[in-house]
């Protein structure tokens, strides 16, 4: 005689014939969903690796379907824009036509997110021209979102752009970024330099950019593509490419730290406005 299956037993046939779960990508956010959002990189001293670090943002977006335009202030012929040209303008800050084309259209625009790459030297006249224009006190009103990447150097010179920087952020999502271009050694925050520089602006907290494998970045520079591009071992047009497997797993494995960080600060939520972000 055939015994009755027990509970237990109906329990795990039925987890033996449950189909796995499948975790599918998340879906672009909407325009609608998604309240104009400017995002600016920036800091006032040269060669702390501004613009790698926009290129990197622009390709997370992109991974993240999210839409998004960029802006390359390094006129007349910016960096960003030769890696990214199809969603990049070169524009002048000083220039109220270039303001225009930036900030009035941050609301009518279909792509509701962008990332301006502001030239050294640029970031407090940048500041400058978002406070006269009124953009600060949309921010502070909730009608735009602002979040500015102020990027570091290893210098005491870098710090002192925090003294200059704190006024116009206040309603900011405010992040510094230790970007570990060329075996950079950052200093670690003494109380002293701690209360000296950090008493006057409250920040978002701390983005860190490990280094790249000398190599791959300069494989990358020469092959003029997204860093997204080189991995998938694409031309900058598109077609097939002959890049090294190895370089790429390089590029593959830096870029994926980078987009822990973006997900540990939790960019994506406070791109949308999230609560809580």
């Not at 370089?247 to 980078?258: F, K, P, S």
Request: aromatic letters at 8%.
């Amino acid at each position: 005689m055939a015994q009755r299956p027990t509970k237990e037993t109906k329990q795990s046939s039925a987890r033996e014939e449950r189909p796995p779960v499948v975790r599918e990508k998340a879906p672009a956010l909407a325009p609608q969903r998604v309240r104009p959002t400017l995002i600016l990189v920036g800091a006032d001293k040269g060669g702390v690796g501004k613009t790698t670090i926009a290129r990197v943002l622009l390709d997370y977006l992109a991974a993240n379907n999210v839409l998004t335009r960029a802006f390359d202030t390094e006129t007349p012929r910016g960096t960003l824009y030769r890696f990214h040209p199809d969603q990049t303008s070169v524009v002048d800050l000083t220039s109220t036509s270039d303001q225009m084309k930036i900030i009035d259209t941050l609301a009518t625009a279909q792509v509701r997110v962008s990332v301006v790459d502001v030239r050294a030297g640029g970031l407090e006249p940048a500041l400058q021209a978002l406070q006269n224009t009124g953009f600060l006190d949309a921010v502070a009103e909730g009608e735009v979102g602002f979040i500015l990447f102020h990027v570091l150097g290893s210098s005491i010179a870098s710090l002192d752009e925090i003294a200059e920087v704190a006024p116009y952020v206040d309603d900011a999502d405010y992040f510094l970024v230790k970007n570990h271009v060329n075996d950079t050694t950052f200093f670690e925050w003494d109380p002293v330099t701690h209360r000296k520089y950090f008493e006057k602006v409250e920040t978002a907290g701390e983005i860190t950019i490990p280094k790249l494998n000398e190599l791959s970045y300069e494989q990358v520079e020469i092959a003029g593509a997204p860093f997204s591009t080189f991995i998938a071992n694409r031309t900058a047009e598109g077609e097939p490419a002959d890049h090294s497997f190895v370089l790429r797993g390089y590029v593959r494995t830096w870029q994926n730290r980078i987009a822990d960080e973006f997900d540990r600060i939790r960019l994506l939520d406070r791109i949308a406005g999230r609560e809580g972000a």
